[in-house]
């Protein structure tokens, strides 16, 4: 457990000089308060929690690290985003990759500058393709590995702006292999 600590808080100082927190891979179950205060003088431009057991964010991290550009939450065990992180004016990359989200966060379609979100493999089964089709500023959405329904998927592949990455399914698949029979 020491050691977890004293790792967290080098990565602190470290991040006090570069600007990127970096605490992926720290068996972190939550962001620990001592880091708010530890990086209360650090104006963060992008923050990696990604590789550890974290079930949510709280609130607070939004008005905290304002200024983040890059948020890498992949390989956690969340299921929802609080809607204060639509207040992240600044983020342009979003990765909640690798989680148990069954829908895109609220926040999400809210965040004024979000250009990439990476959403891949959860457990997302519809998208408001309204919504996505609406945000300002989204130009890139990776969807692959998440169980679409049929319709929603359909409805996906049809939106121009932002691009959206689906995966190939096994229906897919199969209509490309008879395409190729030209009897």
């Given at each position: 457990m020491a050691n977890a600590v004293t790792?967290?808080?080098h990565r602190c100082e470290e991040a006090a000089e570069s600007l990127r927190l970096d605490l992926s891979e720290c068996q972190l179950m939550?962001?620990?308060?001592?880091?708010?205060?530890?990086?209360?003088?650090?104006?963060?431009?992008?923050c990696n929690l990604s590789g550890n057991v974290i079930?949510?964010?709280?609130?607070k991290f939004a008005v905290k690290f304002s200024l983040i550009t890059d948020l890498n939450l992949s390989n956690n065990t969340m299921s929802k985003?609080?809607?204060e992180l639509a207040d992240l004016a600044a983020l342009e990359?979003?990765?909640?990759?690798?989680?148990?989200?069954?829908?895109?966060p609220h926040a999400?379609?809210?965040?004024?500058?979000?250009?990439?979100?990476?959403?891949?493999?959860?457990?997302?089964?519809?998208?408001?393709?309204?919504?996505?089709?609406?945000?300002?500023?989204?130009?890139?959405?990776?969807?692959q590995e998440n169980p679409l329904t049929m319709p929603n998927r359909n409805a996906l592949q049809l939106v121009t702006r932002p691009r959206?990455?689906?995966?190939?399914?096994?229906?897919?698949?199969?209509?490309?292999?008879w395409d190729d029979l030209n009897v």
């Amino acid at each position: 457990m020491a050691n977890a600590v004293t790792r967290v808080v080098h990565r602190c100082e470290e991040a006090a000089e570069s600007l990127r927190l970096d605490l992926s891979e720290c068996q972190l179950m939550q962001v620990p308060d001592a880091v708010y205060h530890l990086m209360r003088h650090t104006e963060l431009k992008g923050c990696n929690l990604s590789g550890n057991v974290i079930t949510k964010i709280p609130p607070k991290f939004a008005v905290k690290f304002s200024l983040i550009t890059d948020l890498n939450l992949s390989n956690n065990t969340m299921s929802k985003l609080p809607d204060e992180l639509a207040d992240l004016a600044a983020l342009e990359r979003l990765d909640i990759s690798h989680n148990a989200f069954i829908a895109l966060p609220h926040a999400v379609y809210k965040m004024p500058k979000l250009s990439k979100l990476n959403a891949s493999h959860n457990h997302i089964v519809e998208i408001e393709v309204d919504r996505l089709e609406q945000t300002e500023s989204l130009e890139d959405v990776d969807l692959q590995e998440n169980p679409l329904t049929m319709p929603n998927r359909n409805a996906l592949q049809l939106v121009t702006r932002p691009r959206v990455v689906l995966s190939v399914t096994a229906a897919d698949a199969s209509e490309e292999d008879w395409d190729d029979l030209n009897v």
